[in-house]
């Protein structure tokens, strides 16, 4: 039995029109060309067929009310409308045919190319290794006060910052619990791209352990088009009927932001999320993204004209316990206190968007290059839980990449936010002076008992000393109270982790002032 030859056939017994299979007979070349496919999904209808004697055929899979007679002549006046049902796929068939009529062959475009290149890190080694041999060599008194200087800015930046964070240990968008009644929830997008039967099936257990109604679940299945193997283990997945398989084209599958872009333009929530394979929201993660969307809306609504709509929840990516690592345990914890500014990941994954205001601004390219004026994209606490996290090296790069674009942003822009993000890595420029700088410094004066250059480094080194323990303690009651005692022990190892700080904050400092010219990343 053809179970998209019996859907078609209830859907014309629902509708009471004549059925009409858009696979096989789809629209006209010269109709097809001006469809748009958002809309198409979006109102239920397509224009399929003129014929010679003057009547526009229109394939719908909503009833032919008086409302669908008005908005399809309002888009073809003067014609006399002749309705056929078909099935909503059918109308997703006829959608991603368009879209790849409006996306040709090769028009996927790769990811934003690296700010940050080799030449930027060996800049930074050399002028650190002749910071370092200068420290020997200068007045003992200039070095005092240098390392004075550097220790009071890195003293004012983290005890501000950690101050801050203490009090206010929650995030810029909270979020909410919803009051529970199912029947207000929205419908809500769900991509998931799956490159083989195990992912497939890990898509569908994901799935599976969402908190959301299913009624109210719109979940797209991306797969690597002409995959036989992919489309074999779809087949023995038997994915559940809400769920639509949709085949994405070889040469943009490869691109995260081209392939998403694809189920966005057959997306029906009101919001969209997308996962990666490898990662496991939180159960009640879309719950809590609508509850926040409609509290923001509702403050947006009292603000008044001027206020600005939120565009993006980003939820936290964090390693599961078999893949996190003490230097990821120690990053969770370095992240209670907030002082690193600007962190968040250049991803299109586990970032609820409102869908329209997503269309708006381009697709999920948003999610993974700098953001234009106006646009607000705000972390959100909850949590995506991946296979692993990524390694100090890695870590280093995203944040030196991170600061070196909230920099142009706030040029761009001015905005008090983005500025305050750009002045946080001045925290870490001034580190490792202070904390390498007094140590010089307290080496180099030992013979000289009771000088003053040597109290004066004693002095800044002590500030630093101070800082780093207040800051230490802070992290640990903060990451105590969220994740427990034991989590909080790594809060002793921040001293070492702010080293990386430190050296994706010159890094940044290099890239800013030295450019380079690089090919765009490949996909």
Do not use: K
């Not at 790069?397 to 822009?413: I, K």
């Not at 903060?478 to 190892?493: E, I, K, Q, S, T």
């Amino acid at each position: 039995m053809d179970p998209d030859g019996s859907r078609l056939d209830a859907a014309a017994e629902h509708l009471q029109l004549p059925a009409r299979d858009l696979v096989a007979s789809p629209p006209e070349d010269y109709l097809l060309a001006e469809v748009d496919p958002e809309l198409v999904v979006e109102l239920g209808w397509v224009a399929c067929e003129l014929t010679v004697d003057g009547r526009l055929v229109v394939a719908t899979s909503v009833p032919a009310v008086e409302e669908l007679l008005a908005e399809v002549e309002e888009r073809f006046p003067g014609r006399r409308i002749e309705f056929v049902a078909c099935t909503r796929r059918d109308l997703d068939a006829v959608a991603l045919a368009a879209l790849r009529l409006r996306q040709p062959r090769g028009a996927a475009q790769p990811p934003p190319a690296d700010l940050v290149r080799p030449l930027h890190y060996a800049l930074v080694a050399v002028l650190g290794a002749a910071a370092l041999v200068a420290a020997f060599f200068v007045p003992l008194e200039v070095l005092a006060v240098v390392v004075l200087c550097f220790a009071l800015v890195f003293l004012l930046g983290a005890a501000s910052q950690s101050v801050g964070s203490y009090s206010g240990l929650t995030p810029v968008v909270a979020a909410g619990e919803g009051d529970g009644d199912d029947t207000l929830l929205p419908a809500y997008t769900v991509l998931l791209p799956a490159a083989d039967e195990a992912s497939v099936r890990d898509a569908l257990a994901d799935l599976g352990r969402l908190d959301y109604p299913p009624d109210r679940l719109d979940a797209l299945l991306l797969v690597p088009a002409d995959d036989a193997t992919t489309a074999a283990g779809v087949r023995r997945a038997a994915p559940p009927e809400w769920v639509r398989v949709v085949p994405v084209p070889a040469e943009r599958y490869d691109d995260p932001v081209a392939s998403l872009d694809h189920g966005l333009a057959l997306a029906r929530g009101r919001y969209v999320v997308a996962f990666a394979a490898d990662e496991r929201p939180a159960a009640d993660q879309l719950r809590r993204a609508v509850a926040a969307f409609e509290a923001d809306l509702d403050a947006g609504l009292s603000a008044g004209p001027g206020a600005v709509p939120l565009v993006g929840l980003r939820a936290a990516r964090r390693a599961d316990a078999a893949g996190r690592s003490g230097f990821a345990r120690m990053t969770a914890v370095d992240e209670a206190l907030d002082l690193g500014g600007l962190t968040e990941e250049r991803v299109p994954t586990s970032t609820h968007f409102n869908m329209r205001l997503l269309r708006r601004h381009g697709g999920f390219a948003l999610a993974s290059s700098d953001l234009p004026a106006g646009v607000r994209i705000e972390p959100f606490d909850s949590i995506s839980v991946r296979a692993a996290d990524p390694g100090p090296i890695r870590w280093t790069h995203d944040r030196a990449e991170a600061w070196v674009r909230a920099v142009r942003r706030a040029r761009a822009t001015g905005h008090p936010v983005v500025v305050r993000e750009v002045l946080i890595p001045l925290t870490f420029l001034a580190y490792p002076v202070a904390v390498v700088g007094a140590l010089v410094a307290a080496v180099r004066g030992t013979g000289a008992d009771g000088a003053l250059a040597q109290q004066i480094a004693w002095l800044g080194m002590g500030e630093a000393a101070i800082v780093l323990g207040g800051a230490v303690v802070v992290a640990a009651v903060a990451v105590a109270r969220r994740r427990g005692r034991v989590a909080a022990l790594y809060a002793l190892a921040l001293p070492a982790h702010w080293l990386l700080h430190a050296v994706a904050a010159w890094v940044a400092v290099a890239a800013l002032v030295v450019r380079t010219a690089s090919p765009r990343r490949a996909g």
